[in-house]
Nanobody, 120 residues
Framework: QEQLVESGGGLVQAGGSLTLSCAFSGLPFSGVNMGWYRQAPGKERESIATVRWNGESAYYAESVKGRFTISKDNAKYTLYLQLNRLKPEDTAIYYC?????????????WGQGTQVSVFS
């Protein structure tokens, strides 16, 4: 069964760091471009980082470029997002799924996400 399980969120002071993980099962994960998304209160879900299927060539939204790093471990079926120099505006629920523009069959039902809360 296809499943995504995000973890690693928490409450952190501005300037701090977190590492998010996304365990992926039920699909040929190694052949899929993957992405991290986030949804802040009162806002739509947005794509913030993507990585190619082989772990090379990443894309970042301007709001997180230089602070966040996406990586993919195909052997462990896990996607990661390293969050550094966090800001209060990074507060959101973070989700993973296939990258935007991927074949529709690559997407699975959204998981519950993991909450990141940043206080100043």
């Amino acid at each position: 069964q296809e499943q995504l399980v995000e973890s690693g969120g928490g409450l952190v002071q501005a300037g701090g760091s977190l590492t998010l993980s996304c365990a992926f099962s039920g699909l040929p994960f190694s052949g899929v471009n993957m992405g991290w998304y986030r949804q802040a209160p009162g806002k739509e879900r947005e794509s913030i980082a993507t990585v190619r299927w082989n772990g090379e060539s990443a894309y970042y939204a301007e709001s997180v470029k230089g602070r966040f790093t996406i990586s993919k471990d195909n052997a462990k079926y896990t996607l990661y997002l390293q969050l550094n120099r966090l800001k209060p505006e990074d507060t959101a629920i973070y989700y993973c799924n296939a990258a935007p523009g991927s074949d529709p069959t690559s997407f699975v039902a959204w998981g519950q996400g993991t909450q990141v809360s940043v206080f100043s």
